[in-house]
């Protein structure tokens, strides 16, 4: 299939720290890629995007890294939050293709 | 309402059975997107319509599955026959552009379907 039907990683950090996730893409000429957050019983909601033309973007307590030679995206949360506690997607799309969503990852906020 | 609505929210149904899933984009979004999403796990492609163009169906699992979409209007995604692996909350997402732009991809809250 396009995404991995696997049981979700996770990720646990301290309130305060800082927390890395990472996502793996598959199609190496995938031109545009986003984070997304999804809280329990909700649809994702954006975070942060980026294209094959950078390798890093910053947002707001976000930094997304992008790998283009291993194909490997990174989300960086600076000083997490309880609030940030969630599972974190990445996706990716070919120019006017469908999204492909990759691993989520489950992160966990310890207070 | 402003968002994407989708319905029912909750959908119990014996095995066997067919079921219609309904999605209504914000007005105005020319691309449609359908997502399955089983218990605790990542988001599966199911199929992608974009204004008048033919519907990228690639990601629907078997024929059992099927989907329409009138213009830019309301999308019904229909699941003939249901298994018990069809269990798992549907996903719809609409957008203005044709060309992906996450900050314009808006997701409904989706539709949690259980057979049984």
Not at chain 1, 11 to 34: K, M, P
Not at chain 1, 76 to 97: K, M, N, R
Not at chain 2, 78 to 97: F, W
């Amino acid at each position: 299939g396009e995404s991995v039907g696997l049981h979700l990683p996770t990720l646990s950090v301290q309130e305060g720290d800082n927390s890395i996730i990472n996502c793996a893409y598959s199609n190496s000429a995938s031109d545009y890629f986003i984070w997304y957050k999804q809280e329990s019983g909700k649809g994702p909601q954006f975070i942060i995007d980026i294209r094959s033309n950078m390798d890093k973007r910053q947002g707001q307590r976000v930094t997304v890294l992008l790998n283009k030679t291993v194909k490997h995206l990174s989300l960086q949360i600076a000083a997490t939050q309880p609030g940030d506690s969630a599972v974190y997607f990445c996706a990716e799309a070919q120019g006017a293709q469908k999204l492909v969503f990759g691993q989520g990852t489950r992160l966990t906020i310890n207070p | 309402g402003a968002g994407v609505s989708q319905s029912p929210s909750n959908k119990v149904t014996e095995k066997g059975k067919d079921v219609e899933l309904r999605c209504d984009p914000i007005s105005g979004h020319t691309a449609l997107y359908w997502y399955r999403q089983r218990l605790g796990q990542g988001l599966e492609f199911l199929i992608y319509f974009q204004g008048n163009s033919a519907p990228d169906k690639s990601g629907l699992p078997s024929d059992r599955f099927s989907a329409e979409r009138t213009g830019e209007s309301v999308s019904t995604l229909t699941i003939q026959r249901t298994q018990q692996e069809d269990s798992a909350v549907y996903l719809c997402a609409s957008s203005p552009h044709a060309i992906p732009s996450g900050n314009t991809i808006y997701f409904g809250e989706g539709s949690w379907l259980t057979v049984v």
